[in-house]
């Protein structure tokens, strides 16, 4: 497996033991480059982490509970240490040098929050494609509800199409799922060109800052 970015790794939905295998896999590159004295990657470090994202996601979908609110596959014991390692560091005040490394590098990516709005829209246009929802043009759609352009629009679909509308409302049953995926995708659609980084939002704090 090369170590690449969401949008070329999670291309189509996948299981909770492939996550793992994934994540156990850049884990063990992680290692390599520390047994060698070398400085572990970004990207592997980055790719660690969307894995672990993953594995966490999949675990959570109703797939992966039984009628007896029991779990089909359980999360790996090397996952839960690692994340009571990460957070023991967190709790005592201290940012893991590997969480410090990828935020100080260049341009910052997309925050929980920020995250969740653009699966919500990726969720919307998957709905709209597959007859759910009734949305003539997916894409226009939500360029318009988020202020981008369509060429954004399709950038997320890419970046972000291990996002499934299942994702969302978990407890919900699928007949309701996706006009409540619409509502608050709505939502977010105002949240991001008000404060996001839409073209909308961007112009405005231009606007702002130079007083006019």
């Known amino acids: 497996m090369s170590y690449l970015s969401a949008d070329d790794n999670q291309k189509q939905s996948i299981s909770l033991k492939k996550a793992h295998d994934d994540f156990r896999e850049c884990c063990a590159a992680w290692q390599k480059a520390i047994d060698s004295d070398e400085q572990v990657p970004a990207e592997i470090i980055r790719a660690t982490f969307v894995h672990l994202i993953m594995v966490l996601r999949i675990y959570c979908l109703p797939q992966n509970w039984n009628s007896l609110g029991k779990p089909r596959e359980h999360l790996p014991l090397t996952l839960v240490y690692l994340l009571a390692n990460k957070l023991q560091y967190i709790e005592a005040g201290e940012l893991p040098a590997e969480i410090a490394l990828l935020t100080s590098r260049g341009r910052p990516s997309a925050g929980p929050h920020e995250q969740r709005d653009i699966g919500l829209a990726v969720a919307t246009m998957k709905l709209a494609e597959r007859g759910l929802l009734d949305i003539k043009a997916p894409t226009k ?44 995708a709505d939502r977010a659609g105002h949240r991001y060109r008000k404060a996001g980084r839409s073209h909308v939002a961007q112009a405005s704090r231009a606007k702002k800052r130079s007083g006019t």
């Open 141 to 184: 759609h939500i360029a318009k509800v988020y202020g981008i352009d369509e060429r954004t629009a399709r950038r997320w679909k890419s970046q972000f199409s291990w996002v499934e509308p299942e994702h969302f409302f978990p407890a919900t049953d699928d007949k309701s799922r996706p006009e409540l995926i619409k509502d608050e």
